[in-house]
């Protein structure tokens, strides 16, 4: 079978990034895409942490199509009927270089394949890649709609369900308990409606984060990112604690309701919604990377279950973008090298773990055990705003001293086995 030196499966950020990296080193690559241009089908929250991943791409990263830089977090911690905001910035933010930006998928993705054409790549969109080819016991290329293409090494990054793992026999099939499903709305909103609302200016922007009440007991949250002259506003639930939720709740019944939320629905007042978008989301951390490499193959990015929820916020896209490099070295050197064995493409894994990748989802590896404990989506929201009520209500009885209404409420909340093992269980973050 005649051979291209690489085959690239899915066009999101680790498929685009590699195939870049793979066409400036000068080799043939194709990315098949499924979607009807790179980014069509793409869904994130979306805010890119790029100090991480500068390293690698650092042409892209100057150039690119970014929304807004992240100059202020904003946390909402809410009850049924009453909610406590947080807000933190740091003038250290407001200067070059960014930490991060926000971005929007369908634009940024479409331009990162430009690049990566620019500089020889070919990429096919409308292609849904069937199956992987076999030679010896190793990956020896694909078949799309019924057409073969052999290649020296394939990149798999075909994100979160990535069946090209599975046929490698590198994953198992999906275990509800490590996901989460995400639903996600696009407003429209004039950029200066936007700047007025959120108090920003010159392209500054903001992350909001919503935890609580808004998914009823569930693991998850809700976020809300601003983009140039449009709002990102989601919300995260964890799958497994939607199937045992009873009674049996549909997931964007759960949206409709956070949307309205009064804390939410003023932010997005006056938006014209564009688009609605779910996606799954890889909760696991560490636990849900599989093997990420076998004779002729690597995969990448979701894919490879290269995702963080840290809580604070999500981390995957950097991952992504960084894996997908990081696979495209260790591709070129193999081909190079004309050793595409399961040893050599070890080097992999080994190059992760030297990178930021592995040594952060080692870092957080208990995000999970910790994050699912549903207390902190009822308890510890209820403690803050009732603490607050407490403090700030002045009704037509006496006020007690502050140090009494907190030791009243604490003892409601805090005095317990659970709140005791709930702190301890803070220090594995
Ligand atoms: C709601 C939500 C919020 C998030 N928020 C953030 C955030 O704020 N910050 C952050 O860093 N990360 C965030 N993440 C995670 C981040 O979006 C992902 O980690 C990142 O998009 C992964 O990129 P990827 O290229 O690996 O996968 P994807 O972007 O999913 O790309 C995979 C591509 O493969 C294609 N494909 C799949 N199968 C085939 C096939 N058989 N043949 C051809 N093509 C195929 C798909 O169409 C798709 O284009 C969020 C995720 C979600 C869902």
Known sequence: MDKVDAVIVGGGLAGLSAAYKLASAGRQVILLERGDSPGSKNVTGGRM???????????????APFERHVVKE???????????????????????????????RAKFDNWFAEKAMEKGAFIIPKKKVDELLWENGRVAGIRADGEDIGAHVVIAADGVLSFMAEKAKLRSPLIPANYAVAMKEIYKLDEKIIEDRFGLKDNEGAANLFMGSVTKGMFGGGFLYTNKDTLSLGLVVGIDALLRKKPYLEAYRLMEEFEVRPEIARWIKGGELKEYSAHIISEAGLQAVPKLYTGGML?????????????????GMEFAVASGAIAAEVANEAIEKRDTSDTFLSLYEKRLKESFIIPDMETFRHSKSVLENPRIFTVYPKFICELLDAIFTIGKNNKESFYKSAKTVAKKYLMSWEAVKDIMSIRKI
């Open 299 to 315: 995969v990448a990015g979701d894919a490879a279950g290269l995702a963080l929820n840290m809580g604070i916020t999500i981390r």
């Open 49 to 63: 942490y790029v100090d991480p991943m500068r390293e690698y791409l650092p042409d892209i990263i100057k150039e």
């Open 74 to 104: 904003v946390i909402t911690i809410l009850d049924d009927n009453s909610s406590t905001q947080i807000e933190y910035s740091n003038d250290k933010w407001k200067a070059e270089p960014f930490m991060s930006y926000t971005v929007l």
